[in-house]
């Protein structure tokens, strides 16, 4: 079966713009995952999103915003671009919410902000 | 609050080498633990998870309440397990993961 997919793999953006990232989660998985990688503060949870309604939101300013629509797609926003928004961000589904359930992550899209 | 400690940033081996790959977490109650791997050029992925207590390429992890440690370990390192690894906690049923920093493993033959 497809693995979490994520669009655009690559992303390059200005200080103040927006950007939507894209991530197709697993089929039949409703909970969706997203965290920001870098090489300082290596792999930080962003949110998650489960049956359309977000349900854990990690230390991220306003401007990361998400959201999850019907076929459990998600989506990521962040507007009002900073240069310390460059990073890889990690999409990550699960089957269900349970204890210790496996994450499958996607590729990531490199967004860098010039 | 909830952290997750990878002390070794590099750990280095000869093929055929012990490996013991260091966690420690901070976290009041009953979490799972997990590790994930990432090879080159590859995504990341599940290695194992402590509620399983299954051995996967070699691999075991015992969680050690006590000293609140998940160390894992591997008796003879080889070539293909050079790899990014994270250490990993959730809690409660949630999605949310707190990784640790990461640590690479370096096999060199």
């Known amino acids: 079966k497809a693995g979490v997919t994520q669009t655009p793999r690559y992303l390059i953006k200005t200080r103040g713009q927006q950007v939507t990232l894209s991530c197709s989660p697993i089929?039949?998985?409703?909970?969706v995952s997203w965290y920001q990688q870098t090489p300082g503060q290596g792999l930080q949870f962003l949110f998650e999103?489960?049956?359309?309604?977000?349900?854990n939101k990690g230390n991220f300013p306003g401007r990361f915003s998400g959201r999850q629509f019907s076929n459990s797609r998600s989506e990521m926003n962040v507007s009002t671009l900073e240069l310390g928004d460059s990073a890889l961000y990690l999409c990550?589904?699960?089957?269900?919410?349970?204890?210790?359930?496996?994450?499958?992550f996607g590729q990531g899209t490199r967004l860098t902000v010039v | 609050a909830q952290r997750v400690t990878q002390p070794e940033k590099l750990l280095s081996v000869f093929k055929g080498a012990p490996v013991e790959l260091k966690c420690n977490y901070s976290?009041?109650?009953?979490?799972?633990l997990f590790w994930y791997v990432q090879y080159s050029r590859q995504r990341l992925q599940l290695l194992l998870r402590?509620?399983s207590r299954e051995s996967i390429k070699g691999f075991t992890a015992d969680l050690n309440k006590g000293e609140t440690s998940f160390h894992l370990k591997k008796p003879f390192a080889q070539e293909e397990d050079s790899a990014m690894y994270y250490c990993?906690?959730?809690?409660?049923?949630?999605?949310?993961?707190?990784f640790g920093q990461g640590t690479t493993l370096q096999v060199k033959p």
């Open positions: 990550a589904s699960s089957l269900s919410t349970g204890y210790a359930t496996e994450a499958f």
């Open positions: 089929s039949g998985h409703r909970s």
């Open positions: 999103y489960f049956s359309e309604t977000q349900r």
């Open positions: 976290y009041s109650g009953s979490p799972e």
């Open positions: 402590h509620i």
């Open positions: 990993a906690l959730s809690n409660s049923n949630t999605g949310k993961l707190i």
